[in-house]
């Protein structure tokens, strides 16, 4: 009698227990198809761009946990102005991704975005950071990087700005030698300028 009652007790809770959830798969989008070219490939993000850098040229995001991609930046400037993005300018913490365009033409200047890919929501954009005009002006020295947050830290015109939530801001200046190893942790941007290693409060 025992013997069968612990039986059945085995028996009806095997059958009480939930079947485990299947592990999500990433989907196929996820791989960069013909005409785009891989920038940035994390555990869980992937960004990748049309291989043109002409007017029309799309910057995409996908998130690995579910397929899910998303446009983040159209080329619109027409001939005369040409939005460039390199690896050097898309930076990932987490599930946010932050980029850098780098518009050179007859108008010259950089921006700085962030979004949230898992939500799908934009966190931060910068103010527009104007460089000289005219055709053929070299591209200006760029890095990038983000925080789980995403706040910005970001190199553009020749100093260090911050975008977070207290809005863009200069936090450091090339004119004491180039600026280096950009981070950005939970509330705080680090860099190395002059052989010393530096930080400031972001938000």
């Keep these: 009698m025992r ?45 990748y761009r049309t291989a043109m850098h002409e007017f029309g040229a799309r910057l995409y995001v996908c998130w690995r946990p579910t397929g899910r991609t998303m446009l983040l930046h159209t080329n ?3 001939a005369d102005v ?7 300018h898309v930076a990932v913490s987490g599930s946010v991704v932050a980029f850098q365009i780098n518009a050179a033409g007859d108008r010259n200047y950089d921006v700085a975005r962030s979004f949230d890919v898992r939500t799908g929501r934009r966190l931060r954009t910068s103010g527009v950071i104007q460089r000289p005009t005219g055709p053929g002006r070299p591209l200006s020295a760029q890095a990038i990087a983000t ?38 942790t ?9 052989g010393t290693d530096h930080r400031a409060r972001i938000a």
């Excluded at 553009?156 to 004491?176: K, M």
């Excluded at 939970?186 to 002059?194: C, I, L, N, P, S």
């Design 3 to 47: 013997t069968n009652l612990l039986l059945l007790t085995a028996a009806v809770g095997a059958v009480a227990l939930p079947a485990a959830p299947a592990p999500a798969r990433a989907d196929a989008h996820c791989r960069h198809t013909a005409g785009t070219a891989p920038l940035v490939s994390h555990a869980k993000v992937a960004v």
């Design 76 to 78: 619109t400037g027409g």
């Design 82 to 88: 040409t939005d460039v993005i390199f690896d050097r």
């Design 147 to 184: 925080n789980a947050r995403g706040a910005i830290v970001w190199l553009a015109g020749g100093a260090l700005h911050a975008t977070d939530g207290a809005g863009t801001r200069v936090i450091a200046t090339a004119a004491a030698g180039p600026i280096t190893r950009l981070a950005a």
């Design 186 to 194: 939970v509330a705080k941007a680090h860099w190395r300028q002059g």
